[in-house]
């Protein structure tokens, strides 16, 4: 029985549990518990417990989503990547503030997120379409960053973002034949070109279009037969209020693994040699003057079309060169350098596809090591 006006309670087990209301959500009283040995161990237990308390109720503040949201972003601009930003920015204004922007942060509840991410899978995006459940994640983690940067200033938060369970599928990844791969080698060959030859670089070493789009010949080292990959382009919008200027940029890559030096094949060696211009862009041989990402992007696919290809982007080439390595028996600690991750686990979770007459080889392999009889 507890003792009157306390909310203190013998246990069956002998111990003291005292009572007392942690938080409210939603009108609803949500408690905690101490536990003591006595009745006068719970009670100095609980007294303290009601003034930590009542301190932190007297601290915490009430804010507004688009005001915490705003703040959040200016900070974390100062050490995010501009690209990184841009996406921060897009995801307020296009999902978070439009639903929760004029709340208090207090009155988010889990059962609010759920409802609000389960309505961005089914109908979300600009037509109505549904989104991804990667998009999904981006914007709950866009709701995790407000979260931690208002609880850190004593804001009033009542959600968490780990109430939503996502389930993600990986989409097919494209990866190119060794019938499309040879129709595709053997057009860019009888139309050589830069853009051509950067397409063909592409194809041996794995690289990102934007790293192929910010390449110069002085990143290339013929004599040692290795390439330098340590920038990336990029087209990131410039004036976030209209959200309609954008400027193409040379950044450097997405992550510090993504600096490295790749051996370049023999293979392209000769080609490479014959269009060599010192202090120029590898794809116009020119010192001012760029193809940008979306530019190749296009020129590819009409490549694509003219070789009789199904549909690909041009991530295909390095999704297809990842494979080939991996059939032709590369070991996975040196792809994944190659291609610039952060673990080899990305490199073979994300990247490597084994083509069915591949595993059928192994299989045959296996099999061969014992005779039926």
Excluded at 60 to 86: H, Q, R
Excluded at 181 to 198: S, V
Aim: with cysteine; aromatic share 8%.
């Amino acid at each position: 029985m507890s003792r009157t006006g306390e909310n203190i309670y013998r246990r069956k087990d002998g111990r003291w549990e005292g009572r007392f209301i942690r938080e409210r959500i939603g009108g609803k009283a949500k408690y905690a518990s101490v536990y003591g040995g006595t009745y006068r161990e719970a009670k100095k237990k609980l007294d303290e417990a009601k003034e930590r308390q009542a301190r932190m109720n007297r601290t915490t503040k009430a804010g507004k989503v688009a005001d915490i949201g705003n703040s959040w972003l200016l900070e974390a601009a100062t050490f995010l990547k501009k690209s990184s930003v841009n996406k921060y920015e897009d995801i307020l204004r296009n999902y978070i503030l439009p639903e929760f922007g004029e709340n208090d942060l207090s009155e988010i509840t889990n059962q609010q997120l759920i409802s609000f991410a389960n309505g961005l899978l089914i109908s979300g995006g600009a037509k109505g379409q549904g989104l991804t459940a990667t998009t999904v994640a981006e914007i709950l983690s866009a709701m995790n960053g407000i979260r931690i940067y208002a609880m850190k200033r004593n804001y009033a938060v009542a959600f968490s973002p780990e109430c939503v369970n996502l389930k993600r599928e990986q989409g097919d990844i494209r990866v190119f034949s060794l019938e499309e791969e040879e129709k595709l080698l053997d057009y860019l060959q009888r139309n050589m070109d830069l853009p051509a030859l950067g397409i063909l670089l592409c194809l041996f070493t794995g690289i990102r279009v934007g790293e192929l789009c910010a390449m110069q010949w002085d990143d290339i080292n013929l004599p040692e037969k290795k390439m330098s990959v340590s920038k990336t382009m990029q087209r990131l919008r410039m004036n976030t209020v209209s959200g309609s200027k954008t400027e193409v940029k040379i950044l450097e890559p997405k992550s510090a693994c993504s600096v490295r030096t790749i051996p370049l094949p023999d293979t392209i060696i000769a080609l490479l040699q014959e269009f060599h211009t010192p202090g120029t862009y590898l794809l116009t041989g020119k010192s001012g003057c760029f193809v940008e990402p979306r530019t190749m992007q296009n020129r590819f696919k009409k490549i694509i079309v003219s070789c009789g290809i199904q549909d690909a982007n041009f991530h295909a080439t390095r999704h297809t060169f990842a494979t080939r390595c991996i059939e032709l028996g590369f070991d996975v600690k040196s792809l994944s350098e190659i291609l610039g991750h952060a673990s080899v686990a990305i490199t073979m979770n994300r990247y490597v596809h084994p083509s069915m007459a591949h595993k059928r080889e192994n299989m045959n392999r296996f099999s061969n090591l014992f005779a039926v009889r």
